[in-house]
């Protein structure tokens, strides 16, 4: 199983509610889902550097770091600013059931996705029956 969490979720809520302000948009949105024997999370990180994307793994917490930088801020006059930038961060815990130590990542067309096994022990299995007596099965 894989949990997500955004420590700072409740609390722009609760800005939101006492201040009238939108909630601060996902800087790393992302999907999740089970793919035969894998678990895929895929984030968007448009305008990322793939350089700037750090994945750390420890005690089944997955961590994933990226930074994107504003580009010719000084150079020009900003008119609007939308856009997220700096660096973003999301934690993700992984379950006992997938197997942390053999994940895999791509970064391509500003899309980070993250391959994870299921762990071996996690996989349904067929269990064989065996026939016992078969004089007691006929009769």
Do not use: C, W
């Amino acid at each position: 199983m894989l949990m997500r969490t955004d420590p700072f979720r409740e609390l722009d809520r609760l800005t939101s509610q006492v201040f009238g302000t939108p909630a601060r948009p996902a800087a790393m949105p992302m999907d999740a889902f089970r793919s035969g024997d894998q678990f895929v999370v895929e984030m968007d990180l448009p305008g990322v550097v793939p350089e700037s994307i750090d994945l750390t793994v420890e005690r089944n917490v997955l961590t994933v770091h990226a930074k994107r930088e504003r580009h010719n801020a000084e150079a020009a006059e900003l008119l609007v600013a939308e856009r997220p930038y700096g660096t973003f961060s999301r934690q993700l815990f992984l379950g006992e059931t997938l197997d942390a130590e053999h994940l895999s990542a791509r970064y391509q067309d500003g899309v980070l996705r993250i391959e994870i096994p299921v762990a071996e022990q996690a996989k349904p299995r067929k269990i064989a029956v065996e026939v016992g007596n078969r004089e007691a099965l006929t009769v």
